[in-house]
């Protein structure tokens, strides 16, 4: 556990200098030390692997600086993903977790608040199905995870601004927690009522994940133009059931024996990352395939899908650690440019949605590890083998986008356009994306 | 009662109108094949045409579909206009038409400053956009300072949206600023939509409204409701903890104020080539210059705006964005971002490896980076070797051997006297940079000279990199030589030959003890050198 740094009980006589680091010293410092104790970890040497945590506890803390959070939070994952070699410790330590809903929606809206992501990504969307839906009577909405009123209440705005006055628009909204669905029903049709256009809100609860969405329940109707959004909802089906977590690090791991995990590992994500043909047999080929397969069934007239656009699918753990830690540092700087060290959202956003982000990463495997974040251009080849068309972004789209950003106020954020596809990046690199899609015949 | 011809095969219910029924039948969610009407089903339908050669509907292939609605045409194109609506002045040839209009005249008005009144909210919100009579008075007032087109339209769209009830004006959002009241709602109801955006004092941004006024195509969008809402939702809290910061006497300051504060702790100077304290005082005052003096036109305008309105549109948004702005200025000025640390780490580990085909932890956040943000490289190569270097070109696949591994950043595993040195040396150099405050770059430079230092000591050649022939001694030195990391990652057995001696293991099972986090840092990097090879693990108890 990271400990504030500097403490001087620890201190005491063994390193009063270590006190005196400046934060940039430290900082490398701590890099460092990560890489070898995730290097440790790779190869199960766990006694090494010990130490170097410990040397990095006396550093690292959840509300230092930069650096310091970010690696309290991976070698948390790293002692994770250690202490899952002992699977009943595991199970002991996390028995009495109790996982409350409503905090995970606050944070995620916490989320929202804080970072320009999801509104950028919501400006585009609704841009997006704007203007697809130029001259529609019926349309019809499917949001995959309806958890912010405002971004369909900026869309019911605009279309009741539309020239030909607004269609007829029916939301289906899906989501874990029937209280957020009501929520949203009610200022949906608060704001609906105002602006005077026919609506209609159809709520779906869906427990554990979109993969147990019976897509009957959705009514898409003949004659209506229908519209999905999926933001971040795609790539938690990239998980597959392979792997057993209890391969994942004997205690007394031969290196052979690891490094047969490891490859089957690569083995199963490489192939679900080099798209072999749809009939593969893979579990999460298989998964990904079919609900891109239900969503194309549906025929939607667009859909928009953000997702994160970095690489935390790698085959091996140091190639997620490396490069999450480049996308986790980009993120966490966003945070210190823009919301003071004090902040309890903010460290409630870093512990409780990136941490366990990180987490999932690092210290995950198979079908546990849900934060498959993939490149773009891994998403544009899938969703387009799935038989979808890549509409490509308006330019009053990526101008309105762009726009919202500078409004934001901190110039660090970008935004860029990729293959018809907006980038949203922090400095140089890319966070998340967004991607505009039409059925294919 | 006319025939309802059109009937439902459904429902067996009856409409006037075909298009009604097709309306209808709808709802009933046929499937695809059912939808469509096969030809021989349906007989060649009459269509009529307006008997005016005039007219467009003369044409046949601008006919009109059924009886009534061609004579309602040609009334109210052709005809004489007998019905007169009683409040108002408009006439109606078709006493349908009249009797609808009289139901809603006068129930529902917008009225735009200008005078226009409308009866639709779209075309009045379309017309406010451009009437003339606002733009002059909207030029009076400087213009708030959002730059993009969406942002204006939007807040706007959503702003006095609030505002308006059926056009009468509601003050809701009202404000300190005049403006925003006259704009918000005023009781003439036509306040210019996207002039509430102008809260009083900024500066920017003429360009943008022009640019805005001079669009002939507003779509609606929904970019700024975005805007507008923060605003709304009030990311408040934030705005109150860091006026809440003490350390900030002056109001204007209270964004930058935490910031400053915040940082003071890490403002020891942090330029890596500032060497004297007096750049740390000038980087400290600076900072609170910046924050007192509100220097910059940004700035200033930024806590005037804060100051201004605190409903409506863009002032709380933008008062967050200003204690952004002072923020993110204090952090970045004082303190570097994990961003630049990591690509600093990847630059350091090359200037200290003199073997090219080193792969080291350094090399792997290069191409980590490298990868990143311009590549879409594909880390997933799942045999082969080189996922992380391949972001390099440069770079060879590093061999298997793994030798090397034991990439130690401060010691020596062999011998426990050079590795004292080291240790010695390391806690010299970090007490060192205790005292002195400002020589980061001297104190990393020491560091590395230390490490090339007992680079030379070894007495093994100092190739532990890549290439070929595993040297368990021979560690690379630099900072952040994990070694061989990117071979181990790759999960492949390699050849490495495990100098495990005597000297590691004691030092193995010294590292667990806490006398000397360094040693045992050493130590474990030692035992990292012995488990990247096959054959024994150590300490893998």
């Known amino acids: 556990m990271a400990q504030l740094s500097p403490n001087p009980s620890n201190l005491g006589s063994p390193y009063p200098y270590l006190r005196e680091l400046k934060s940039e010293e430290r900082g490398l410092y701590l890099i460092h030390l990560l890489l070898t104790c995730a290097n440790h970890v790779a190869t199960g040497s766990l006694e090494s692997a010990e130490v170097a945590l410990g040397q990095i506890s006396q550093l690292s803390a959840p509300d230092g600086d930069t650096m310091q959070r970010i690696a309290a939070y991976f070698t948390e994952a790293l002692a994770e993903r250690i202490i899952k070699a002992w699977p009943g410790v595991h199970r002991a330590l996390n028995a009495t977790k109790i996982k409350i809903p409503s905090e995970e929606t606050m944070v995620r809206s916490l989320f929202y608040e804080m970072f320009p992501f999801l509104k950028v990504a919501f400006v585009v969307t609704n841009q997006a199905i704007l203007e697809a839906m130029e001259g529609e009577k019926m349309v019809h909405v499917i949001d995959l995870n309806a958890s912010e009123p405002s971004q369909w209440i900026a869309l019911l705005q605009a279309l009741s601004g539309r020239a030909e006055g607004p269609p007829h628009l029916r939301i289906t909204g899906i989501h874990q927690q029937r209280e957020v669905l009501d929520r949203m029903s009610h200022k949906l049709v608060e704001e609906a009522e105002r602006l005077d256009i026919p609506f209609q809100f159809n709520p779906i609860v869906v427990s554990g994940g979109l993969e147990n969405l019976d897509p009957e329940k959705l009514r898409v109707k003949t004659g209506e133009a229908l519209a999905i959004s999926s933001v971040l909802q795609l790539h938690p089906f990239l998980a597959s059931h392979k792997n057993p977590n209890s391969r994942l690090l004997q205690r007394q791991g031969t290196l052979g024996e690891l490094l047969l995990d490891q490859k089957d590992n690569s083995f199963d994500s490489a192939s679900s990352s080099s798209s072999p043909p749809i009939g593969s047999p893979s579990s999460s080929q298989g998964k990904m395939d079919w609900f891109l397969n239900v969503l194309w069934g549906l025929s939607p007239k667009v859909m928009v899908v953000t997702e994160q656009d970095s690489n935390h699918n790698g085959a091996t753990l140091m190639e997620r650690l490396l490069e999450a830690l480049y996308s986790y540092a980009a993120l966490f700087d966003c945070l210190e440019s823009t919301v003071p060290r004090s902040s309890i959202e903010r460290l409630k956003v870093e512990k409780m949605m990136f941490g366990e982000e990180i987490k999932n990463i690092v210290a995950c495997e198979g079908g546990e590890r849900k934060e498959r974040h993939e490149k773009l251009e891994k998403w544009i080849h899938r969703i387009e083998m799935a038989g979808f068309v890549n509409l490509g972004l308006s330019y009053y789209g990526m101008l309105q986008g762009k726009g919202l950003l500078e409004s934001y106020g901190c110039d660090g954020y970008r935004m860029k356009e990729e293959n018809g596809c907006a980038v949203i990046c922090w400095q140089d690199r890319p966070l998340y994306s967004v991607s505009s899609w039409r059925c294919r015949k | 009662m006319a025939t309802n011809r059109f009937i439902c095969e459904v429902c067996n219910k009856g409409f006037q109108r075909e298009q009604n029924l097709q309306l209808h039948r709808r709802g009933h969610n046929l499937p695809w094949k059912l939808k469509q009407k096969s030809k021989t089903e349906i007989p060649k339908r009459k269509v009529y045409l307006c008997p005016e050669p005039t007219c467009v509907h003369h044409e046949a292939s601008r006919a009109l579909g059924d009886l009534t609605g061609i004579k309602k045409h040609y009334s109210r194109k052709h005809g004489e206009k007998k019905w007169k609506c009683d409040k108002c002045a408009k006439r109606y040839a078709v006493q349908s038409d009249w009797k609808a209009h009289s139901k809603t005249c006068g129930t529902r008005e917008y009225r735009c ?99 805005f006024r001079n669009q002939p195509h507003l779509s609606p969008s929904s970019a700024a409701f975005f805007m507008q809402q923060d605003q709304n939702n009030s990311y408040q809290p934030f705005h109150h903890t860091l006026m809440q910061q003490q350390f900030s006497s002056d109001p204007n300051n209270a964004a930058g104020g935490g910031a400053a504060a915040a940082n003071q702790l890490f403002n020891l100077g942090f330029f890596p080539n500032s060497s004297t304290n007096n750049n740390n005082a ?23 705006m804060m100051g201004s309105s605190t409903g409506g549109s863009v002032p709380l948004f933008s008062s967050s964005s200003s204690s952004v702005h002072q923020q993110q200025m204090n952090n970045m000025v004082a303190h570097m971002s994990a961003t630049a640390l990591l690509q600093k780490a990847a630059q350091m580990g090359s200037t200290t490896n003199s073997n090219p085909n080193a792969t080291t932890s350094a090399s792997l956040l290069r191409s980590a980076f490298a990868a990143g943000p311009n590549h879409n490289h594909n880390h997933n190569n799942q045999k082969s070797s080189s996922s992380q270097s391949s972001g390099e070109k440069q770079q060879h696949p590093p061999p298997p051997s793994l030798g090397s591994f034991g990439g130690s950043f401060f010691g020596d595993v062999d011998t426990n006297n050079g590795s004292n040195n080291l240790h010695d040396l390391m806690m010299n150099s970090f007490a060192a940079a205790a005292g002195n405050n400002n020589n980061i770059n001297n104190n990393s430079s020491s560091m590395f000279d230390m490490e090339e230092g007992n680079h030379h000591n070894q007495s093994s050649g100092n190739n532990n990199n890549g290439g070929g022939s595993s040297n368990n001694k021979k560690l690379t030195r630099d900072f952040l030589g994990v070694g061989h990391v990117a071979a181990a990652v790759r999960g492949i057995a390699g050849t490495a030959t495990s100098n495990i001696s005597q000297n590691q293991q004691q030092q193995v099972g010294a590292a667990l003890e806490r006398s000397s986090s360094l040693d045992s840092e050493r130590n474990n990097n030692n035992s990292m050198g012995s488990h990247s090879s096959f054959g024994g693990n150590p300490s893998f108890q």
């Open chain 2, 113 to 211: 400053d200008c005078g226009t009144l409308f009866s639709r909210r779209d075309s009045f919100i379309t017309h406010r956009a451009f009437c003339d009579a606002l733009a002059q008075e909207s030029a009076r007032n400087p213009p708030p300072s959002l730059s993009s087109l969406g942002s204006h339209l939007f807040a706007g769209a959503g702003g006095p949206a609030n505002n308006m009830t059926l056009g009468i004006s509601s003050t809701a959002h009202s404000s300190a600023a005049a403006d925003i009241l006259r704009l918000g709602g005023s009781t003439t109801g036509g306040a210019g939509q996207f002039d509430h955006l102008l809260p009083p004092s900024t500066t920017t941004t003429t360009t943008s409204q022009q640019q």
């Open chain 2, 282 to 304: 000038t980087l400290f005052t600076n900072n609170n210059n910046n924050n007192h003096s509100g220097g910059g036109d940004d700035q200033h305008h930024h806590q005037m």
